[in-house]
């Protein structure tokens, strides 16, 4: 039977029972709340043939990053297509379906496209508009993210059950495009709208760190916790960008205690938490701080997805757990794993391990090797196409400040404060780490100069 769903759009059920729960499962997905599992679990066990449900349950799966979450997703598809083969569907569903499939086929950009054709011709339907915008973050592709959201937004009106999730996005394709006052206020006007969207309050957050303006950003933390108190492991995320910003502030006591008792206190696996925990580790002992064992829980999961090859922001961040607790061979298996699944270059993933995973990898280990004109050379060479890898600016910001780390340590004072001038255009604003290393970068050069002084060498001589 065909019915419409909470957007107005016409779904293929054989139990209009699931309904409600396939409209909580949206909802619970733009939310990022941790009862979106549930909510598909009852529209799946209320209705099995519901093509739709099932294929965005593989896409759910192929956004967690974990190989064994890929047969899951072959699982997937393979009812979806039964079940359109078996009934016929919307062209809708059918685009969801297929996306699914041009993803298992390692094609997520071509996936992404599909769904955002289908957009065009279905622009109230939020759940393709997070889709998509989830699928190009993990592309790092925050311009098409934008202009996908511009393309539709008009539709979403007062009355739009979605419209607060709708604009929470849009802010984060904004922020990540670099137009950070729109960004601010777009992302403020959503949670006003919401006051359980916690991707909108992460994009004001965002922007709040970009430009530099700490103490706003951790109050506006502070003061909105409804907005991801609901939340999945994103909850995690949210604290990770608190400690962020006391880490700014020089607050090393609260930064451990955040770690500790918020975003790394129920040692999960997943690849986002690790990545926060993990960036969070190097910032701290970038500052000369000591984060004492820390480092060892981190590395004992990531031998663990040594052989995933399912998403390089992942492998990145293992590598840097690795790394941290010295695990020397199974840092060295996961970077000719890498090599290797570059070198076949087989699916996108593998041509963005080749062009920016790999190199940074290298860089990686050089750097912890105390190699640091080698490192620098590596991450550089890497540097312009990092943005391949996914993730946001401020969490490729930890790639960044190794870099510039590593020409300071090489004595590359002038690439230092090339770098350092770009990054802080790029946000849009100064912050601590940015002027204290342009400080060095300065000193040095001033030193440089006065070494090789015509006076200095003439009365030396």
Avoid at 11 to 24: E, F, I, P
Avoid at 63 to 83: N, P, Q, S, V
Avoid at 115 to 125: G, H, I, S, V
Avoid at 430 to 447: F, I, K, P
Wanted: glycine residues 6%; aromatic residues 8%.
């Amino acid at each position: 039977m065909r019915i419409d769903d909470q957007f107005e759009y016409a779904v293929t059920l054989s139990d209009k029972g699931a309904l409600t729960h396939w409209n909580n499962t949206i909802l619970a997905f733009l939310a990022h709340s941790a009862a979106t599992p549930e909510h598909l679990a009852k529209t799946l066990e209320a209705d099995p043939d519901f093509a739709l449900a099932q294929a965005a349950r593989g896409l759910f799966c192929l956004l967690l990053g974990r190989r064994e979450m890929t047969a899951t997703a072959f699982e997937a598809y393979a009812i979806a297509d039964k079940c359109r083969r078996d009934t016929q569907i919307t062209d809708r569903e059918e685009a969801v379906v297929e996306a699914l499939n041009d993803w298992l086929q390692g094609a997520p950009s071509k996936a992404a496209d599909r769904l955002d054709e289908m957009l065009l011709k279905y622009p109230r339907d939020a759940l393709t508009l997070k889709l998509v915008h989830a699928i190009r973050f993990v592309l790092g592709q925050p311009s098409r993210m934008r202009s996908s959201i511009e393309g539709v937004i008009g539709a979403y009106e007062e009355d739009h059950v979605a419209k607060g999730y709708v604009h929470g996005c849009y802010s984060f394709a904004l922020e990540e495009s670099g137009d950070f006052e729109r960004a601010e206020r777009i992302g403020k006007e959503a949670v006003a709208l919401q006051n359980d969207d916690a991707w909108g309050l992460h994009a004001v957050a965002h922007v709040l760190d970009m430009t530099g303006k700490t103490e706003e950003g951790i109050k506006w933390l502070d003061n909105q916790p409804q907005a991801w108190e609901h939340c999945n492991n994103f909850g995690y995320h949210v604290w990770w960008h608190l400690a962020l910003l006391h880490l700014d502030r020089g607050n090393v006591e609260r930064v451990f205690e955040l770690y500790d008792q918020k975003f790394r206190k129920d040692h999960t696996d997943d690849y986002r938490d690790i990545s926060n925990a993990a960036s969070m580790l190097v910032r701290l002992e970038l500052e000369g701080i000591k984060v004492g064992h820390r480092w060892e829980e981190l590395a004992s999961i990531s031998e663990k997805r040594i052989d995933d090859s399912c998403n390089v922001f992942a492998d990145l961040h293992y590598m840097l757990a690795l790394l941290g607790d010295n695990r020397r061979q199974s840092s060295d298996r996961l970077l000719a794993r890498m090599r290797t699944f570059g070198e076949e270059d087989t699916n996108e993933m593998g041509h963005v391990t080749k062009i920016a995973g790999s190199p940074t990898a290298s860089g990686l280990m050089q750097f912890k090797n105390g190699n640091y004109f080698s490192a620098y050379h590596h991450l550089a060479e890497a540097r312009p196409l990092l943005r391949t890898v996914g993730g946001s600016h401020a969490q490729r910001d930890v790639f960044e400040r190794i870099t510039i780390e590593a020409a300071l340590r090489a004595g590359l004072c002038q690439e230092a404060k090339r770098m350092i001038d770009e990054r802080t255009r790029l946000r849009g604003g100064s912050d601590t780490y940015g002027e204290t290393r342009m400080a060095q970068a300065t000193r040095m050069m001033e030193a440089t100069d006065l070494m090789q002084s015509e006076h200095l060498r003439f009365r030396m001589g």
